[in-house]
């Protein structure tokens, strides 16, 4: 048996709060079946629409757009909670109906994850986030400091940097309660921004990226195995063309090939093999599956899925 860390993608999960908890109910199924085949399991999940909901309908009710708009760090904070609180009831729901002891208990961690103020990606702000705007109400913005691009015809929007993670300031109490034997879902959405600056903790505006971050979480958490879950069962070369080519199994060198033959594309698969490789990399014996939720279980039986290795 082993220690797991699932990591969920945000846009499987819904925006909608109907949408949602119908959502991690289907989630947490294999979550439990994973549990009755005696895994340790830890849970890593993005947030990428419902942070732009939350912060959409909260920028987008200002009457007056000369106020500030809403810090996109307390939006990834009530993201990790009512995703993480969800996802709570879904498991224990699920350990319920399948008879299952509750012994411990399934809860989620606030986190805030450190980043470099000088890291170069603040110098590029390149992830929009939140509400459209109109020309005018984005020049009021960029007055008030907000760096605003025009998206696609849409409107204007906020966008903001997406630096490397450095540390989980939680680590240390998510590790803890792990080895307690606890399910813990920490680090959504990639964690709340924070830098240290002057002996203080302060948030910054800016999305850290949530693979990144289930890598980070994996390797402090002594976790064998590193499970990032996508739209597909397994990953691909010649994606999408009459030589398509399912792998089972690439190893480190194989996947090294394959970036630079530019077989992973740069907005999908790309950062989620990066992501496996690294953790493969931050220590013995660890592989990373990717495969998709609905086959969760059978990848980590070794059934499907494509496995990352050394």
């Known amino acids: 048996m082993a220690r797991i860390l699932v990591s969920l993608g945000g846009n499987a999960l819904g925006t909608d709060f109907d949408e949602l908890v119908e959502t ?16 340790e399991i830890v849970v890593c999940h993005g947030n990428g ?6 912060k959409s309908s909260i920028d987008r009710g200002k009457a007056d757009y000369h106020h500030p708009l809403m810090p996109l760090s307390e939006a990834v904070a009530m993201s990790q909670a009512y995703i993480g609180y969800h996802l709570q009831n879904a498991i224990e729901n699920q350990l319920h109906a399948q008879g299952r002891d509750i012994t411990k208990s399934v809860c989620t961690v606030i986190t805030r994850v450190q980043v470099d103020p000088a890291d ?6 390149t992830k929009p ?10 020049e009021g913005l960029r007055a008030a400091g907000k760096v605003m691009i025009e998206d696609a015809g849409r409107g204007y ?35 709340i921004p924070i830098v240290f600056r002057d002996n203080w903790y302060r948030a910054i505006d800016a999305v850290i990226d949530k693979d990144w971050v289930s890598v980070m979480l994996a390797a402090d958490a002594a976790c ?19 030589q398509q080519r399912d792998l089972d199994e690439i190893t480190l060198a194989e996947a090294r090939k394959y970036i630079e033959q530019g077989q992973f594309p740069e907005g999908s698969m790309l950062p989620k093999i990066q992501a496996a490789m690294r953790f493969v990399e931050s220590g013995p014996d660890r592989r990373t599956l990717i495969t998709s939720l609905d086959k969760l279980v059978e990848g980590l039986r070794g059934e499907t899925g494509t496995w990352v290795v050394p």
């Open 49 to 54: 629409p419902q942070v732009g909901m939350i």
């Open 224 to 242: 064998e195995a590193l499970v990032i879950l996508t739209g597909v069962e397994k990953v691909a070369i010649h994606f999408n063309t009459p």
């Open 120 to 125: 170069p990606g603040f110098a590029r702000p």
């Open 24 to 39: 991690v109910g289907v989630v947490a199924k294999p979550i439990v079946g994973l549990l009755g085949d005696g895994h």
């Open 129 to 138: 986030i939140g509400a459209f705007f109109t020309k005018e109400e984005a």
């Open 157 to 191: 929007r906020e966008v903001v940097a997406s630096p490397l993670p450095q540390d989980i300031l939680e680590k240390d109490a998510i590790i803890d309660m792990i080895d307690s034997g606890h399910l813990v879902i920490a680090g959504g959405g990639g964690g």
